[in-house]
């Protein structure tokens, strides 16, 4: 079946040093993406998200970029800080009525202090 | 404040019996998705509602069953047979045909 796939399950950044989480989504045809950030024991928090039509998204200290031509997004945390250290989803959204989304594995961000 | 409440935080399961989760959301949220989440694991579709009083089963609805009665509740009950019922699952709401989810914090399910 489709799937949303991460490229490193794992990913160590010193504290303050910049961040980037990739993805690769499979449906050429999502009009929808997000990043969740899942601490432990907790559920997931949106952090943004990107429509088709746009190539790149600003938040609080996070990017997200979307590259359609090879299916590939991903998330650039500024200036890394240990509360940044989570377990980070994509997420896409293949076209239908239904709002179902279809989430990658997970990419570890440990921070080192 | 407006947000997703699962309960209980934990729960056991002896085997051959059915445990009912519990979601409440005050978002006024048209929508709601139960997700199953194993260890290193992404999330899972198990049942979505757009609406109340109407249901669909997800990627792995098999062992699982759930009520949409109210616009505020989707309980999903595990039942003796799903096998492998031990997992975080999570409940999500949204506004119907958009996004984002909201997810509650979860509930985890473990055999006795």
């Known amino acids: 079946g489709e799937s949303v796939g991460l490229h490193l399950p794992t990913l160590s950044v010193q504290e303050g040093d910049n961040s980037i989480i990739n993805c690769a989504y499979s449906?050429?045809?999502?009009?929808?993406f997000i990043w969740y950030k899942q601490e432990s024991g907790k559920g997931p928090q949106f952090i943004i998200d990107i429509r088709s039509n746009m190539d790149k998204r600003q938040g609080q200290r996070v990017t997200v970029l979307l590259n359609k031509t090879v299916k590939h997004l991903s998330l650039q945390i500024a200036a890394t800080q240990p509360g940044d250290s989570a377990v980070y989803f994509c997420a896409e959204r293949p076209p239908s009525n239904t709002g179902k989304l279809i989430f990658g594995q997970g990419t570890t961000l440990q921070v080192k202090p | 404040d407006g947000g997703i409440t699962q309960s209980p935080k934990y729960l056991f399961r002896k085997e051959g019996q059915n445990v009912t989760l519990s979601c409440e959301q005050n978002?006024?949220?048209?929508?709601m998705y139960w997700y199953r989440q194993d260890p290193g694991q992404g999330l899972r579709l198990i049942y979505y509602?757009?609406?109340?009083?109407?249901?669909q089963k997800g990627d792995i609805a098999e062992g699982y069953s759930v009520s949409r009665e109210k616009k505020e509740s989707f309980p999903l009950t595990v039942t003796s047979a799903q096998k492998n019922p031990t997992a975080f699952y999570l409940c999500a709401s949204s506004i119907a045909g958009e996004q984002p989810q909201h997810f509650g914090d979860g509930t985890r399910l473990s055999i006795l």
């Open positions: 509602s757009q609406i109340v009083n109407d249901f």
């Open positions: 978002l006024n949220h048209d929508a």
């Open positions: 449906n050429s045809a999502s009009d929808y």
